[in-house]
């Protein structure tokens, strides 16, 4: 495989806390360029801990990685990558258009692409509402749409259909095969197993920080799950 079909590779990554605790335990990944690939794991995996890493927001510990071709932090890399790690703080205030107009100033960003950030994550009819009279399901989707106006060719999610309702759910997980067509690559991450199946190309399977298993491919977008590998919390890597 070229080089570039990878946009993300970890070699050995791992992030301790003091003696007691490894969050992440030498995880070796690699996510393919145009793919969404599913991050799953119970709460307290490591989940967040490696994405944080893969963010720059955390140093790891020992190991390595390259996001998007770029050293984790840098802000060429930065340029590259969308996220929902830590939701974006908005200005209640403030209508969800004139938000991500601060935020575009803020990334450097030209205001024109902020329409078809918003009619992409479906919030062109209620851009002109103040923020505060959001769902949290529309709040979770503006803070998609301010990670897609740098027009990312990586998305890096954090558990985005958390808190939201079963409808709220359905829409964040079409919203995300969305964001993940083409040759934009999602890394999603998620504690749900049926969610990963539903939405995901491959999926990563991690526990106690460590990578218990990768499936080649989960269920097809659009086919039954009944064919698709059933990974289990135990199960090895192989
Ligand atoms: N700043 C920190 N200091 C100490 N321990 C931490 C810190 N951040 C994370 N941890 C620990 O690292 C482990 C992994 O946490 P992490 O948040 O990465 O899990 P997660 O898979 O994202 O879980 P969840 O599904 O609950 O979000 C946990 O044991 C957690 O307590
Ligand atoms: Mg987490």
């Given at each position: 495989m070229a080089a570039t079909d990878t946009v993300i590779v970890t070699r050995s990554l791992t992030k301790r806390?003091?003696?007691?605790?490894?969050?992440?335990?030498t995880l070796d990944l690699e996510v393919r360029r145009g793919e969404v690939f599913g991050f799953l794991g119970p709460n307290g995996a490591g989940k967040t801990t490696t994405l944080r890493m893969l963010l720059g927001l955390i140093r790891p510990t020992a190991g390595t990685a390259i996001v998007a071709g770029h050293t984790p932090g840098s802000p060429a890399g930065l340029r590259l990558i969308g996220s929902l790690v830590e939701s974006p703080a908005f200005y209640p205030y403030l209508s969800g258009r004139e938000n991500l107009k601060v935020m575009a100033d803020y990334a450097g960003v030209?205001?024109?692409r902020i329409d078809g950030a918003l009619e992409t994550v479906d919030l062109l009819p209620r851009?002109?509402?103040?923020?505060?009279?959001?769902s949290m399901g529309m709040k979770q989707r503006l803070a998609v749409a301010a990670a897609l106006i740098k027009e990312p060719e990586l998305m890096i999610l954090d558990?985005?259909?958390?808190?939201?309702d079963p409808q709220g759910v359905v829409e964040m997980r079409a919203l995300v095969r969305r964001l993940g067509s083409g040759e934009r690559t999602v890394l999603l991450s998620s504690h749900l197993l049926n969610e990963v199946e539903q939405v995901c190309d491959r999926v990563a399977i991690i526990n106690h920080g460590r990578l218990i298993r990768r499936t080649?491919?989960?269920?097809?977008?659009?086919?039954?799950?009944?064919?698709a590998p059933s990974p289990r919390w135990t199960a090895r890597c192989g």
């Open positions: 806390y003091g003696e007691a605790i490894t969050a992440v335990d030209h205001h024109s851009a002109r509402d103040r923020f505060a009279t959001y558990e985005p259909t958390n808190g939201l080649p491919r989960v269920a097809p977008w659009s086919g039954s799950s009944a064919t």
